[in-house]
């Protein structure tokens, strides 16, 4: 038997490839070799899949990278540059599902609620960052938002912008980084 995990991840290749009409019980079903009393097993319907994948996605592709960036204590520098290699390592195919997701949200309130909601977040977690690393407070909201623009529109170019030249994008932006504070403690 798939667990509830197996079933969420199955929601997200899905809709990475194919988008949020594919989402239906008979092509998760399909996608695990499974019978629909397994996915009743762990969900309420469509709606209670739809809700615990937006959880799911939040916490794969948000809380998950940021909880990565913060293990070891060290300087925002270090912080962000770990950041970088793990959402850029991790991008194989989650530039569809990123896409897939913001057209999503705009066609459903509930999805918009989580994307705005991730955006925040992610914003306000590049925003802590450059805050930490010690520049003008006037240079910080820009900032944030500069770091993430790259992400999601190299994400969103056809093709994508693959990681190694977005490493050099952002080996740029961070040229204009301040020293941290920390790094000459």
Known sequence: MASKR?????GLMVLGQDGAPALTIERLCAELGL???????HFKG?????????????????????????VGG????????????????????NHDLEIAMRAWALQDPEVHALQRRVDRLRVDYLRSL???LGGPE???????HLLYLVLVGAQQVVPPVPADDL???????????????????
Do not use: C, Q
């Open 6 to 10: 197996d079933w969420l991840e199955a």
């Open 35 to 41: 019978t629909k009393g397994s996915f009743y097993h």
């Open 46 to 70: 469509m709606s209670g899949f739809k809700t615990d994948l937006l959880e799911h996605f939040e916490a794969e592709h948000t809380s998950r990278y940021i909880a990565g960036a913060e």
């Open 74 to 93: 060290e300087p925002a520098s270090a912080r962000l540059h770990r950041l970088m290699n793990l959402i850029l390592e991790d991008k194989g195919g």
């Open 130 to 132: 450059w805050r930490e």
């Open 138 to 144: 006037a240079e910080v909201e820009p900032m944030a």
């Open 167 to 185: 490493r050099e994008i952002y080996a740029l932006a961070m040229r204009l980084a301040p020293h941290d504070r920390r790094d000459n403690a």
